[in-house]
């Protein structure tokens, strides 16, 4: 009989919700450059995910699909917020753009293991400038995010996601 690894989040008052605690190992990568110029280097290198994708998936068209995937770059940018814009409404004036990076593709070969692991796929990556001109990216390593599950296929993957993020941080950072 199958047992679920992990108990929904949300259950009825009367069952036990399940905690688990874990440690995060928290990565602070500085640079010497200036916010714009990093900015320009990590997104001239993370292109933009193609969400077409999705489209042909809810068509039914999964090859397609995975075609389209397997055409993208190994990290692609699923999306951006200006966080830095958000914090005027409490009377401040920084730079700071989160990032959510990843690969659909990798999610996938994580997902299918541990379903759990969508938590933290795509790896949310802050860029920011802090109110002294000091630029860097922030990021939980994806080795120890994914980690959590102990399952040795998820860990394999999240291995190489955690080696291509910070190759592409450093080198933009650089």
Same mark, same amino acid.
């Given at each position: 009989?199958?047992?679920?690894?992990?108990?929904?989040?949300?259950?009825?008052?009367?069952?036990?919700?399940?905690?688990?605690?874990?440690?995060?190992?928290?990565?602070?990568?500085?640079?010497?450059? %200036?916010?714009?110029?990093?900015?320009? @280097? &990590?997104? #001239?290198?993370?292109?933009? $995910?193609?969400?077409?994708? /999705? +489209?042909?998936?809810?068509?039914?068209?999964?090859?397609?699909?995975?075609?389209?995937?397997?055409?993208?770059?190994?990290?692609?940018?699923?999306?951006?917020?200006?966080?830095?814009?958000?914090?005027?409404?409490?009377?401040?004036?920084?730079?700071?753009?989160?990032?959510?990076?990843?690969?659909?593709?990798?999610?996938?070969?994580? %997902?299918?293991?541990?379903?759990?692991? @969508? &938590?933290? #796929?795509?790896?949310?990556? $802050?860029?920011?400038?802090? /109110? +002294?001109?000091?630029?860097?990216?922030?990021?939980?390593?994806?080795?120890?995010?994914?980690?959590?599950?102990?399952?040795?296929?998820?860990?394999?993957?999240?291995?190489?996601?955690?080696?291509?993020?910070?190759?592409?941080?450093?080198?933009?950072?650089?």
């Amino acid at each position: 009989m199958f047992q679920p690894m992990f108990q929904p989040m949300f259950q009825p008052v009367s069952e036990q919700i399940a905690s688990t605690r874990i440690t995060i190992e928290h990565v602070t990568l500085r640079s010497s450059n %200036t916010f714009e110029a990093v900015r320009s @280097a &990590l997104e #001239a290198s993370v292109p933009p $995910l193609d969400h077409a994708y /999705a +489209e042909f998936l809810r068509d039914g068209k999964v090859d397609a699909a995975r075609a389209l995937l397997e055409r993208q770059a190994p990290l692609s940018i699923f999306g951006a917020r200006d966080h830095g814009g958000l914090l005027l409404t409490a009377g401040l004036t920084r730079k700071a753009i989160q990032y959510d990076i990843g690969n659909p593709l990798t999610a996938a070969r994580m %997902t299918r293991h541990v379903l759990s692991a @969508a &938590l933290y #796929a795509p790896i949310r990556v $802050l860029l920011r400038e802090d /109110a +002294e001109g000091g630029v860097a990216f922030e990021y939980d390593r994806p080795v120890a995010t994914f980690g959590q599950f102990g399952d040795p296929d998820v860990d394999a993957v999240a291995a190489g996601l955690d080696d291509q993020l910070r190759g592409v941080l450093v080198a933009a950072a650089a």
